[in-house]
Each structure stands twice: as structure tokens, then as C-alpha cells.
């Protein structure tokens, strides 16, 4: 086996099967979508890239279905698609949860937008756009508890997806508490 040379590496220590470059990715479509279209390639901060991919998902989600439980249906299915994407793409890197993959940022992100008070367009919906961003990232990288608990016992590729949606739960538990006192 031979130790991956592109950032984001895996863990020091752990081998990867593959290596994660344009050619991996192109070889199977999970891989492309785990590695949110190539922004998980990106050589500083693939997570805070990726998250960023969050948006277009959430326009889609909110262009395809009118509607906040139809929107949800859309998230839960951006999610299982992860799960699968993810579990394949983690399998082949001979890596559970590679940096790389940032589907789970990018659908978690899409989750917490659906929680801003205002369309991320509107000039009040840039700073709850940034904020949400700000929040959902401080809490992807923090990990409080029970983020880290799952983070460290969940593998495969409900592992990767579910952490990201815990840290999307704590951004939208404040932007909802902030949208309370405001």
C-alpha cells in the first residue's frame, strides 16, 4: 500500500489503499460525489471548501421542492446518497474518514441554511449566510460532546455523514436561538 501525497492526508499512520487525485475521483461516481466534485482536493481547508458547495445544494434542494417538508425529504436523501458515497469512497482509500470527503460538510451546511430567517441573496441573508457558515464550521472543527463521540466510534460512511449533521444541529440550535432574542 502506498501513503497518500495529496492533501488532505489521512491520519499519520494509516495506510490508504488509492491515492486521492482527479483520476481517483473520475473512476467512480461516488468517489466524485464524496469528494464534493473535486472541492475535497483542495490543498488547504477541504472542509471550509467544501462547505462553501453547500449553498448551490441548497438552492437546488429549495428550487426542486417548494416546500419545507418535501426540502427535508431532499436533505434525507442528499444524506443516504453520502452514507453510500462515502462508505465506497472510504473503502477504496483504505481510509473510513478521509479529509477529503466533504459530501457531509456539504449537505449538513445545506441543512442549516434551510434554518436562516432570510434567502442568502438578501443583503440581511449574506450575514445570516455567514454566520451560519461561521457557526456550522466552528462547530464541525470543535467537536463538542457528542460530536466527538461519534466522530470517534461511527465509521463508514454514516460515520462521516452523521458527525457533520450533529455539527449542523448545534449552528441551527443557535441561529434559532439568536432569531429568539432578536
Known sequence: MTTSTNSPSPAPGKEVGERADVRFLLRHPAHLVA???GSGLAPKAPGTVGTLLGLPLFWLVTAAAADRPNQFILIIA???FGVWACARTGRALGVADHGGMVWDEIVAFALVLMFIPALPLTPSGWLWTALAFALFRLFDILKPWPIRLADTHLKN??????DDLLAALYAIAVLEGMQWLV
Not at 460512511?157 to 452523521?162: A, L, N
Open 35 to 37: 469528494f464534493g466534485l
Open 157 to 162: 460512511g454514516f460515520g462521516v455523514m452523521f
Open 78 to 80: 442528499a444524506f443516504l
